[in-house]
């Protein structure tokens, strides 16, 4: 028996375990906003990986990167706990896996179960964070398990790292590690997309909080004053009409999933949410927005800030009782990696071969921390994940299929042995 049916055996004999370990991940309440027990599932899943051998850190990131995350303006609270779980036998090429620890926040309207109950119903897990990123999360912790228990003899390095704050850009998470020079590292794999779907692009992303000045007086006199709700709206009718003559026009020459609903790579931006007035009988003297902007991998962020400024400075021009601030609360770089590149090729192979499926290449409209390890590690990377149309990923009743799972969990092992089995 060789190593790999050996390792995939070790996986398919644990699968109620590893959905009990999944479980266990989504009964711990991880949500980016505010940024709550990431200390609690980095020690957690450290002590797993300790007991089989690696060497383990947890590092805080330091104030100057919380500040830079945007902490006042979205409220960041609690320590910024990155994992890092080495593993290192022989002079052989070291492999980095990451796969992130914080999910979206939780609304509880609309769920049908309890969103940090792990639910198993219909072959699925229910939960925030099943899908996006601790699905991901169980793969890589037992995949290392698997190829550590089956008694397979390695020669390099294996670096996992179980990081906080990707949905809100990842600087105080995969940013500082890389940045700091942490985690260093040969070849890499981002566990996080969707399954049957190899990423090897992803747009980058600016937010900014937009505010509008007013006057306020009583609404009886509504003429009389400024209302900065009003004035708001203009600019947001303006980003509307750039989004759609503007930006879904700039492409990069990269495929994406037909979710996208666009052919290729698109620059992207959106008005998420909205804040502004007192009461009904008095005329709003402040308006805030977040704005979202998606960056290709190709534009350059001098430039998109000045665009951005431009279009609401021709707001200004047309009404100039529209005073309005630009506050940038963030960003992440787009990245990619060549579709032809040997390591893409090489765990596109890997992946078809152990599920026997084709697996497409594409690029991510959304943004992820593969960016780190590409553009300021400097080694090959593409994402990996689980997740298909019915996983609901950042909405209610979030889910995950449990053979996904299981069927990335074999691949990653697969990947691990492919690069370090001596």
């Known amino acids: 028996?060789?190593?790999?049916?050996?390792?995939?055996?070790?996986?398919?004999?644990?699968?109620?375990?590893?959905?009990?370990?999944?479980?266990?991940?989504?009964?711990?309440?991880?949500?980016?906003?505010?940024?709550?027990?990431?200390?609690?599932?980095?020690?957690?899943?450290?002590?797993?990986?300790?007991?089989?051998?690696?060497?383990?850190?947890?590092?805080?990131?330091?104030?100057?990167?919380?500040?830079?995350?945007?902490?006042?303006?979205?409220?960041?609270d609690g320590p910024r706990s990155n994992l890092v779980a080495t593993l290192r036998r022989g002079g052989g090429p070291t492999l980095h896996l990451n796969a992130h620890t914080d999910t979206v926040p939780v609304t509880p309207e609309g769920w049908t179960v309890d969103p940090f109950a792990g639910t198993i119903k219909d072959g699925r897990v229910y939960g925030r964070g099943a899908c996006d990123d601790k699905g991901e999360l169980a793969a890589m912790v037992y995949a290392a398990e698997a190829v550590v228990q089956s008694g397979v003899e390695l020669d390099g390095g294996l670096i996992l790292t179980a990081t906080p704050d990707e949905e809100i850009g990842g600087i105080?998470?995969?940013?500082?590690?890389?940045?700091?020079?942490?985690?260093?590292?040969?070849?890499?794999?981002?566990?996080?997309?969707?399954?049957?779907?190899?990423?090897?692009?992803?747009?980058?992303?600016?937010?900014?909080?937009?505010?509008?000045?007013?006057?306020?007086?009583?609404?009886?006199?509504?003429?009389?004053?400024?209302?900065?709700?009003?004035?708001?709206?203009?600019?947001?009718?303006?980003?509307?009409?750039?989004?759609?003559?503007v930006l879904l026009k700039r492409q990069a020459d990269v495929p994406v999933s037909p979710e996208a609903k666009t052919d290729k790579l698109s620059a992207m931006i959106n008005v998420g949410s909205i804040e502004g007035g007192l009461a009904p009988n008095i005329v709003p003297d402040r308006?805030?927005?977040?704005?979202?902007?998606?960056?290709?991998?190709?534009?350059?962020?001098?430039?998109?800030?000045?665009?951005?400024?431009?279009?609401?400075?021709?707001?200004?021009?047309?009404?100039?009782?529209?005073?309005?601030?630009?506050?940038?609360?963030?960003?992440?770089?787009?990245?990619?990696?060549?579709?032809?590149?040997?390591?893409?090729?090489?765990v596109k192979g890997i992946y078809e071969g152990v599920t026997g499926i084709p697996i497409p290449i594409y690029g991510a409209a959304g943004s992820a921390d593969m960016c780190y390890q590409i553009n300021q590690g400097g080694w090959p990377c593409m994402g990996l994940g689980v997740g298909d149309k019915e996983s609901r990923g950042h909405g209610v009743d979030e889910n995950v299929k449990i053979s996904e799972v299981i069927d990335l969990t074999k691949v990653v092992a697969s990947i691990i042995l492919a690069k370090l089995a001596a």
């Open 172 to 245: 105080a998470g995969l940013g500082y590690l890389i940045n700091e020079g942490l985690v260093k590292a040969d070849l890499g794999v981002g566990i996080d997309g969707n399954f049957g779907n190899l990423m090897i692009a992803t747009n980058g992303r600016v937010r900014w909080k937009l505010e509008t000045k007013g006057l306020a007086v009583h609404s009886a006199r509504a003429h009389t004053g400024v209302n900065a709700i009003e004035k708001m709206s203009k600019i947001v009718l303006a980003i509307a009409d750039y989004r759609r003559d």
């Open 287 to 346: 308006c805030s927005v977040i704005v979202d902007r998606r960056t290709l991998y190709t534009e350059k962020l001098e430039d998109v800030r000045a665009e951005f400024r431009g279009v609401v400075d021709n707001v200004s021009a047309q009404d100039p009782e529209v005073d309005a601030l630009i506050t940038e609360i963030n960003f992440r770089e787009g990245t990619y990696i060549e579709p032809t590149h040997p390591w893409v090729q090489e």
């Open 1 to 76: 028996m060789n190593a790999e049916t050996r390792v995939h055996g070790y996986i398919e004999e644990r699968t109620d375990e590893i959905v009990e370990y999944l479980r266990s991940l989504i009964a711990i309440p991880t949500q980016a906003v505010p940024g709550e027990n990431y200390d609690k599932i980095a020690n957690y899943v450290g002590e797993k990986l300790s007991g089989l051998g690696f060497e383990t850190a947890v590092y805080d990131a330091p104030d100057d990167y919380m500040e830079t995350s945007g902490r006042d303006i979205l409220g960041l």
